[in-house]
Structures are given as C-alpha cells and as structure tokens.
C-alpha cells in the first residue's frame, strides 16, 4: 500500500471520519473487487495501464499549479495515491487508505477534465476519480455537506428539500411579482404541448427566486410557449452524480425526462447551470442507458443564442461596464458552447476583455465536481487551490474588466469565494442577470 506520496494533513469530516470507523478489511476488499469487476471494463483497465507517467498532465490542473507544482496534486499523482494502489494491492487496502483516497478524490478534483486534453492519450482523469468516488459511496465514506444535499434530492425529489407546495407557492410568488412590471406575464403550470419545459436547480426557489423572475420576463418577452412543472421533476440539479450513487443519478434524471414527456413538450430549456447540464446530458442519460437524452435538452446558453438569433431579444442600450467572461467546463468542453457565450457576450456588452487561457482551456473555479457542495470543513483548501484563478481574474482586471460574467450556479459560488479571498473588486453576473436589465420593458 505504499504510495511513495507522503499523505497530506487531515481535515476532520463527519461523514468521512464517521464512515471509515464501521469499515473492516474484509469488507472494503469485496466491494472494491465487486465494484471494479462489475462496474467497469476496457476504458478503465486502458487509463490504468497506459499513463506513461511523463507529467505533462500536471500544468493543466489548477491544484498543482495553486499548490506550489506539489505533484500529489498533479492529476497523475492523485491516481497514483487512490485508484493504483488499489490495482497494485488488488483491493486491499485499509479504511485509512479509503479515508485519505476520499479526501483526495471529492475534494481536491472538480473533474473539469482540463487535464485530459494535454495527456498525449487523452487519459480521462476525472472518469478515474469518480470511480474512486464510487467506490467510496459503496463503502458509505462521503463528505457530509454533499451527502446531506444528495440525501435531500433522494428523498424529496429536490436537493433543497422544497416542498410540493412551497415550490408552486414560489413560482406563483415570483409570477405575482413580475405581472407588476410585465402586466400579462404568466409562469404556465403543467401545460401541455408546449415549446419549452423550463427546468432549474433546487437553490433557485430558495435562494435566487429572482432568476425564476428573470427566466418569465424573458419568457414573455420573447412570446415563448413554455411551462414548467408543479410537481417534482423541476430539479434538474444533481450531486448523486458526484457522490457516485449512480443508482439515485439515474433516479432522478428519470424523473426530470419524464416530466417533462408527460407534459408532452418538445424539448427542455435548463437554466444556467454547467453540472446539472453534464447530469442531462452526458452522464444521468448514459446510465440511463441513453446515448442522448431522450428528449432534446439545450442549455440557457444555446437558448440565448438562439432567442437573438431570431430577434426575440430586443435590448435598449448595451451594457456599459467593461466585462469579462468564465467558461464553466461543463459546458465548454462538455458541450462546446463557447463562441456562442461570446455571440452573446458581444451582443449585450460594449466592452469584452478576454481571460487568458480561454475557451475550452479556461481554468476550472474549483467549485465544480461537487468540491463547493463539500461545505466548510474544505473550503479554504479549495479557494487555495485555486491562486491561478485569481491570477487569471487579476489580470482580467488590469486589463479593465470589472464584471465578471459566469453561466453556471456552481461557478458563482466558487467565483464568489475566490473573489473574496484574493479582494478582487469585480461583480458577477449570469447572462440572465444582463438580459433582464437591458431588455426592453413596458413602459
Ligand atoms: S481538477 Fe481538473 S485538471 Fe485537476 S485533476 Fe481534476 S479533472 Fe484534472
Ligand atoms: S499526461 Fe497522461 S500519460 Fe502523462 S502523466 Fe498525465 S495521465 Fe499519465
Ligand atoms: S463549477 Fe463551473 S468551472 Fe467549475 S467544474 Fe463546474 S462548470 Fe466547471
């Protein structure tokens, strides 16, 4: 079990401190063999053998640049000190083991897959992570912030726990509230046949109502025929994903689909979100069984694109404050929406400032892959592992740009913080946000 990597200092966590004490031997090894066995094949079995160990993976991940180039937080290096010596040992290892390998894989890689596209075999490090995750979850050894939210989405459908009747409450709140300025605005319930089945994560009724208001204006403005949901189905959100209970992911992911197939609809509009478009789109579906969801799913970025496109977006000034914008790896490298963020950007903004690197080799705001849904207990390791970000940021803001545009919910929080930390003085925005202050309004 010899990882020749010393371990790094312990950060106490109920839900992995807790989870390892009724682990035994005997137990970790069956379901490590089980899982391996049954769970994965040729993909896993090449990324294993073929890292040639050459390194050129570690500049691209923001925990080793951030962490002085320390190689245990090299992509490479966080396979060696989990998956490999599972491999080498065949499943033996000790509930220590389990404990420091969980430590490593929720929370020091948001699975951005930066990393994968400078190994010169395209080896998928974050794949070999969640499979570490797996692992862990069969083993009941999680973070207890992200079990506690993945627990919520389990059992109420949502991961906030909003109830059935606080969610219709809200978006009839949110709809009584928007008719004062959009005198026949309607946020449509369970209609059917619609053009557009609008789905958003559980944090919005609770936290960012207003996002819900936003999403109706532009609705409205833009003569869409849309619904959304007054039963469960609404959250298209999903840490299950990330806590590797791939069986609760594929629960809900159904839940969403079919909602949105009961209300016959014709396609599902996300709000801006990254990880819950990769839960849709990429992973929920496939465990699924589905190569492509079974219902066209487009992400707000493409719906925006689209809407100005088509002129449906009619704005009365451009937005004047200089801006620059983060690409969520979800959607850049997961779907590939980054010009269209930019047609978007340069529609609304005057002035647009470019982080450097950009595109699909922007920096992860390493909140992603569930690190940020880890709580407290991680957070100063996660906004320290990110200085290259806040690098990036500074020289955004050199440069001129003082607000900083972010199309996901994950993004903002992790942005929020590193903002915070490294007293960068720059506002973050969605593109929803930017939409909703310039378009045209009733008078
Ligand atoms: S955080 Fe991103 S770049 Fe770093 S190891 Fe994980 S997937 Fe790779
Ligand atoms: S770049 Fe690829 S082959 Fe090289 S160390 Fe990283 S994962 Fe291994
Ligand atoms: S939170 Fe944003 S930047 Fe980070 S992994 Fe998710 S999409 Fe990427």
Redesign the pocket.
Known sequence: MTTGIKVKSKIFDLGLDKGVEKLNSEQIEKTINKMLKEETGARFKTYAEICAHCGLCSE????YLSNDKDPKFS?AG?VKQTISVILENKGKVDSQFIRNAAEICYTE???????SMYCPFGID??YM?LTMRRICHLLGVTPQYIQDTAHSHSATLNQMWVKDDEWIDSLHWQEDEAREEFPNLRIPLDKEGSDVFYSVIGPEPKFRAQLIYQAAAIMNSAGIDWTMPSTPGWDNSDMCMYTGDNEMMGRLKKVHFETAIRLKTKRIVMGECGHAFRSVYDMGNRWLGWKMPPIPVIHAIDFYDELINKGKIKITHKYDKPVTLHDPCNVIRGRGLHEKSRYITNFLCNRFIEMIPNREHNY?CSAGGGVINCGPPFKNKRVDGNKVKAEQLKEAYKKGARVLIAPCHNCHGGLEDIIHHYGIDMEIKFFGDIIYELMEKPQ
Do not use: Q, V
Request: hydrophobic fraction near 35%.
């Open positions: 691209a991940c923001h925990f992509p966080k890689c948001n699975l951005c897959k930066r990393c490090i974050a992570m992860c």
